[in-house]
């Protein structure tokens, strides 16, 4: 069970997500124009998700205060993306949020988050009235971080190639928007917090949350065939499963490096010669939290 806090502007915006996670979670309610809405209460919580936020910036970014801290964050839609800012900007996910009625959309399957195995489109919330309710993203580097995972997409845009994205994840180390490392791991969810989800919704919700709360962090020592420490060398962490990359790291000038993995899954690194192949690639296998 974690402790998670949800900020919008107006309790009904976020009613339903709140009753939904509350059958697995402790969730509270923080209005973003309340004098809670600041990064000491905010920080003392696992997770912060946000949805139609538009006092981010006028309230002197407590989400990204406490993200700064440590705090994971599950970003939602915007409430107003023209003159407002919410936890997907200020971040640094993205600085342009999109809003559809269109509700047709396709996994891009990573083991390492989506549990499910999904092969058709289908709804993610059980639609009562036409009017624009999912938001997305779009992988395009000059509007969103660069290192983006998508999960969830809606299409490509009319006219424009560029994807269009309903749900991704963010990892702790890659840079974002802005060109800094995220502090920590994050993700961007752009379902609707006021309406009931479909089952489908509902599981990559929870993946989502599963693997922002459910990390181990695993050290490792690079070394060469002949045993000798590699400072400042590639490592790329695979999953076992499916061969998925999952992250890139750097070792320190120590050689040293730390996987951050998920629970409950196996993974493989490797690291590869500098020299043209002059050495053979170094793996580790079966890691494991």
Sequence with gaps: MANIVICSDKEDNVKVMI???????????????????????????????????????????????????????????????????????SIGISRSVSSSSSNIYRIINNMDVISGQYKYDFSVYKKIETYNDVFYIYHDKNLTSANMTPLLIRDFTAGYIKLTVACSTFRKGDLDLYGRPFATDCAFLGFPFDRELT????????????????????????????????????????SRKSGDLIAKYKSDE?????????????????????DAGVKNAVAIDNILA
Excluded at 30 to 45: V, W
Excluded at 229 to 238: G, I, R
Excluded at 254 to 274: L, Q
């Design 199 to 238: 089952n489908e919704g509902m599981n990559i919700l929870n993946d989502v949350i599963f693997w922002l709360l459910n990390k181990t962090n695993i050290p490792a020592k690079v070394k060469d065939q002949d045993g000798t420490l590699l400072s400042s060398h590639e490592v790329y962490l695979h």
């Design 19 to 89: 009753r939904v996670l509350r059958q697995e979670h402790q969730v509270i309610y923080c209005n973003t124009t309340s004098i809670d809405y600041n990064e000491n209460y905010l920080s003392t919580f696992d997770l912060i998700m946000d949805y139609k936020n538009s006092q981010e910036h006028n309230r002197g970014y407590p989400i990204k205060k406490s993200f700064d801290k440590g705090t994971p964050v599950l970003a939602g839609g915007s409430s107003n993306y023209f003159s407002g800012m919410s936890a997907v900007t």
């Design 254 to 274: 120590n050689g040293e490096v730390i996987f951050r993995i998920r629970n409950k899954f196996d993974y493989y690194a490797v690291a590869f010669s500098k």
